[in-house]
Nanobody
Framework: QVQLVESGGGLVQPGGSLRLSCAASRFTLDYYAIGWFRQAPGKEREGVSCISSILGRTYYADSVKGRFTISGDNAKSTVYLQMNNLKPEDTAVYYC??????????????WGQGTQVTVSS
């Protein structure tokens, strides 16, 4: 059973930065790609980023390329999403989940509970 717990959301001004953390069950990163998805009110869920330590690959949505950086620490079984130059359109609930690093879509069905990110002045 894979457990994923997000933290690090909050309120930030446009142009600011936040770092999200996803703490996974032990050894999860050795077997699964882990990533971030977001859903804003009234919008469909969007794949943001995914990382596979197995393949040594990452995936980014076009909307966040150059602004967001995903990284993983297998020893801590934690995945991070560093978000810089945040925009109001980045406002959403961000979910950590197992994912496909090739397509950026959910895979295997494991999800965290979500953390709210609000970008507003």
């Amino acid at each position: 059973q894979v457990q994923l717990v997000e933290s690090g959301g909050g309120l930030v001004q446009p142009g600011g930065s936040l770092r999200l953390s996803c703490a996974a069950s032990r050894f999860t990163l050795d077997y699964y790609a882990i990533g971030w998805f977001r859903q804003a009110p009234g919008k469909e869920r969007e794949g943001v980023s995914c990382i596979s330590s197995i393949l040594g690959r990452t995936y980014y949505a076009d909307s966040v390329k150059g602004r967001f950086t995903i990284s993983g620490d297998n020893a801590k079984s934690t995945v991070y999403l560093q978000m810089n130059n945040l925009k109001p359109e980045d406002t959403a609930v961000y979910y950590c989940a197992t994912c496909s690093v090739v397509t950026g879509t959910p895979a295997h069905g494991y999800w965290g509970q979500g953390t709210q990110v609000t970008v507003s002045s």
